[in-house]
């Protein structure tokens, strides 16, 4: 049964003996305030208290068993608190494991996220860039064939151009030959005519005869001089040659020619003398 001055000793740890010695301290102070209280005009001589000696009374075996009852019931209390303690502290440890394996998966989630989006970011970029490299090769593969289609058309076109020129010059030529061949025969046969007219035929020539006077010109129609490469045999008729030649000088038809022409027709002539209208 529980008791205030059970609960006394229990919970403040003090003996009875010393509590009851206590309590007789206090009744003999009241005592002695009685006693002044009651003698005013006597003088009160100072009484020397009667010193208790407190004695250590056993303990009531049941007082004892229920205090080692109420003491079992504390340690135990406190070991289940105890053990809630460590319960809560490993549960707590628990949480937090767990709340670090949680953060280390989210870690490791991102991570592999972020690497995944690095993967197909690089991967994207390489796409781009093989894709860019493509165009590039594209773009210069077309600028090739562009080129070598504009150089063969230019080919073509020099070609063309080149026949064309080829054909102009040959055309060209053509005309100047004809041109030349006209002059040439032109300026011959007034050379021929001029000499004929003022060649005079000695008695002695006769048909079949030949001389052929080889001479040298100036472009001003001048003869430098004259040579017979091919004698007639008869040198009355070779002779007359000669002097109709110098009487026919100058020659100013020639003036008139281009001076390639003169020098290739007639910085040198030759001139055939035959007497083909003779009967005989």
Known sequence: MNTPLNNLVIYNGYPLSIVIALVIHIMIFLTLLYLQSASE??????????????????????LRNQQLREQRRVEQV??????????????RLEREAQQQREAEQ??????????RE???????????????????????????QQEIAAEQERSRQQEAQRRRQQELAE???????RTEFELVQSATALIQQAVQETWSRPPSA??????????????????????????????AFDRSAENALYRAAPFRELQSLPINVFNANFRSLSLI??????LN
């Open 206 to 235: 006769r048909n079949g005869m030949r001389a052929v006077l080889q001479i040298r010109m100036l472009p001003t129609g001048e003869v430098l001089d004259a040579v017979i490469t091919q004698s007639s045999g008869d040198p």
């Open 273 to 278: 003398f035959e007497p083909e209208d003779l």
């Open 41 to 62: 005009a006597q003088s009160l001589e100072l009484v020397q208290p009667t010193v208790i000696k407190a004695l250590f009374i056993d303990e009531n075996p049941q």
């Open 106 to 115: 989210q870690r490791l989630a991102r991570e592999q996220a972020a690497l």
């Open 118 to 144: 690095r993967e197909e970011l690089e991967r994207l970029r390489e796409r781009a860039e093989r894709e860019e490299q493509e165009r590039l090769e594209a773009e210069s593969q077309r600028r090739r």
């Open 171 to 177: 055309a060209s030529a053509a005309e100047a030959a």
């Open 78 to 91: 406190e070991q289940q608190r105890r053990q809630e303690q460590q319960r809560q502290e490993a549960e």
